[in-house]
């Protein structure tokens, strides 16, 4: 049997601005599915670190914070989550439940995870180093910063 070649990854804006929702190509197969995505030719950024998130309790919120340089990634590599973004104007949720599905948040939007399933694990792809300043975790302070930057 000759291999597949995977689809072309989907990247569609999602109404708030410097997101987009990404749909990586899924090759199904009786051994197990493949999801696969090129950093070099499917990412908006190249990934400098990532993280996991996982084992989230009932209920729990995470992120709940805009960055000013930083782009992230996020995939729901297991399990299922919500991911709200806001750019100070537009706020709307995306469901994450399957592992070829992606979203790409730009700097200064707002994002919160929330909703995870008890088997959840959030895969984040993060195109800078770790610098707590370049977090703003206040969401008052996220807002009067777009308006300073106009």
């Not at 070649?5 to 199904?28: N, Q």
């Not at 195109?127 to 930057?149: G, H, K, T």
Request: aromatic share 12%; glycine share 8%; proline share 7%.
């Amino acid at each position: 049997m000759a291999e597949q070649k995977p689809a072309k990854v989907e990247a569609t804006p999602v109404g708030v601005r410097g997101v987009f929702l990404y749909r990586f190509p899924s090759v199904k197969d009786p051994r197990g599915d493949l999801t696969v995505g090129e950093f070099e030719n499917d990412f908006p950024f190249r990934p400098k670190r990532y993280f996991i998130v996982s084992g989230v309790p009932s209920g729990e919120i995470r992120g709940e914070h805009a960055h000013k340089q930083c782009h992230q990634f996020l995939i729901c590599a297991y399990g299922q989550c919500s991911v709200t973004v806001d750019d100070g104007t537009t706020r709307l949720e995306v469901v994450l439940n399957q592992p070829s599905m992606g979203i790409h948040v730009s700097p200064m939007i707002w994002g919160r995870q929330w909703q995870y399933s008890a088997d959840a694990a959030l895969l984040v792809f993060a195109s800078e180093l770790y610098d707590p300043s370049d977090y703003i975790r206040e969401y008052d302070a996220f807002l009067n910063a777009l308006r300073v930057a106009g």
